[in-house]
């Protein structure tokens, strides 16, 4: 069992609708989470981070983590095709050892369609 | 944020022959590095963390004797592949760290090292 599992998609929405992620984990010990948006052929680019249960906002951005259910979301409001790309969770563990070294959801491609 | 710049973007190379790929931190003293790689369609997975200054640690798997790292500064640290087969080729990403830690500090990433093998 991998230790975050996320679906592969591709997921295909209408511009302006919501795009609704997620990603289930195993391991309780995560304790800071984040969402990447990747591009094709491009490095992954931070979109939000969050280290609490309870939902985070950032402009049309909203991020959900549920600690007792192990279960993380990304919400993306009014979307637009500039949005479609691929969408990683990840998280870590919040130790000395651990910091920076992340495991990755499978990532989700999104593609908004005119 | 803060850049990490990765060089090559993209290379070409005979099975056989060795690729240094380099990864730079360029406005933070990066002391830790991670190197990453992602086959298409799937998800980056950790290959090593590279402390500067000491050895790097390899994640299970993954052979120490064919991809070389080295973080001989902190702000540079190298992944080589050596003796490249077809199976190698992939997109290589590196991380890094700053040596501060709060609640803000990320992972910083490269744009990627496209790595074909023929």
């Known amino acids: 069992q991998k230790e975050v599992e996320q679906d592969p998609g591709p997921l295909s929405v209408p511009e302006g609708a919501i795009v609704s992620l997620n990603c289930t984990y195993s391991n309780s010990a995560f304790q800071y989470f984040m969402w990447y948006r990747q591009y094709s052929r491009k490095g992954p680019e931070l979109l939000m981070y969050t280290y609490s249960s309870g939902n985070k906002e950032d402009g049309r951005f909203t991020a959900q983590v549920d600690k007792s259910s192990k279960y993380i979301s990304l919400f993306i409001r009014d979307s637009q095709p500039s949005d479609s790309a691929t969408y990683l969770c990840a998280m870590t563990l919040w130790t000395t050892d651990s910091w920076g070294k992340l495991q990755f959801g499978a990532g989700t491609q999104v593609v908004v369609t005119p | 944020g803060a850049v990490v710049s990765q060089h090559p973007s993209w290379v070409i190379c005979k099975s056989g022959t060795s690729v240094k790929i380099e990864c730079r931190s360029l406005d933070f003293q990066a002391t830790t590095m991670f190197w990453y790689r992602q086959f298409p369609k799937q998800s980056l997975m950790l290959m090593a963390t590279s402390n500067e200054g000491s050895k790097a640690t390899y994640e299970q798997g993954v052979e120490k004797d064919k991809f070389l790292i080295n973080h001989a500064s902190l702000t540079l640290s190298t992944l080589t592949v050596t003796s490249a087969h077809p199976e190698d080729s992939s997109f290589y990403i590196c991380?890094?760290?700053?040596?501060?830690?709060?609640?803000?500090?990320?992972?910083?990433f490269g744009q990627g090292t496209r790595l074909t093998v023929v």
């Open positions: 991380s890094a760290k700053s040596d501060f830690r709060d609640e803000n500090t990320e992972a910083f």
